[in-house]
């Protein structure tokens, strides 16, 4: 660890549950992706400004395809309160993360036509179709463990790096990033999700399907490392 902020002390809703056990047990991939170099770019400042434009416009376009994975969410929701939760993690990604994703790109000269109109890149391609994939071909456990590292992720990446003495706060050009998910209403969003999988993993019996379910969320995992390397091949 190279600095002081822990899940398991400094928030461990992100360690209990289905959410904390699956996160525990695919930890060499889950640092890879929490701790890895494009997050320290942004945590100091040296990350180079045209790796972070790309990344926010491929960014812009995966929350979309995120967006169509919770509608298809509501869709496999076999009680109203599942799919009441399912459509407010939509509307939470659409009308605050998505909306605040296009002011904030907007600081960065990037118009929302220009997002619109980009082109997918293969990361971003190989890590949302996974994601619909889980969600046409599971039920609802399924898609929302594969869902997860998405959610859990960039959140610890937020709280730590806003919590870090390390993170340059003056002068870093990444700083209202690291603001945004460090934020409160990212992390209500983070941990009603939390919350949600874990009585959905009582109800769906996720005890039985552990070796499936932690497959696809270290799946993700691995997706979303790889996901921040799309600033350089978009
Ligand atoms: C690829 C990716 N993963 C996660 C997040 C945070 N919802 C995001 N904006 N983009």
Redesign the pocket.
């Known amino acids: 660890m190279d600095d002081e902020w822990q899940a398991e002390r400094n928030w461990p809703l992100l360690t209990t549950g289905l959410a904390g056990r699956l996160r525990r047990d695919c930890m060499a991939q889950w640092l890879d992706f929490v701790r890895h170099p494009f997050v320290r770019g942004v945590a100091d400042g040296t990350l180079p400004p045209g790796a972070f434009r790309n990344f926010l416009i491929q ?1 812009y376009l ?2 979309i395809q ?1 967006a169509r994975a919770c509608a298809l969410a509501v869709y496999k929701a076999d009680t109203v309160a599942d799919m009441r939760h399912a459509a407010s993690l939509m509307a939470g ?1 659409l009308d605050t ?1 998505l909306a605040m994703h296009v002011g904030y790109c907007r600081q960065w000269g990037i118009e929302e036509a220009a997002l619109q109109s980009a082109e997918e890149s293969l990361e971003l391609l190989a ?1 949302s179709r996974f994601i619909l994939d889980r969600a046409q071909t599971g039920d609802l456990l399924d898609l929302m463990v594969t869902m997860a590292p ?2 859990i ?2 959140a610890e990446v937020g709280a730590r790096l806003h919590a870090s003495p390390l993170t340059r706060r003056e002068g870093n050009p990444y700083w209202s990033w690291i603001a945004l ?1 460090g934020g409160d209403e990212y992390t209500q969003l983070v941990e009603d999700g939390i919350r949600q999988l874990d009585a959905l993993a009582t109800r769906y019996g996720a005890q039985a399907r552990y070796p499936t379910l932690l497959r696809a969320f270290t799946t993700a995992v691995r997706l ?1 490392t790889a ?1 921040w390397g799309t600033g350089r091949s978009a």
Do not use: P, R
């Open positions: 960014d995966y929350l995120y990604i993360e890590y998405c959610l992720g960039y998910y979303e996901f």
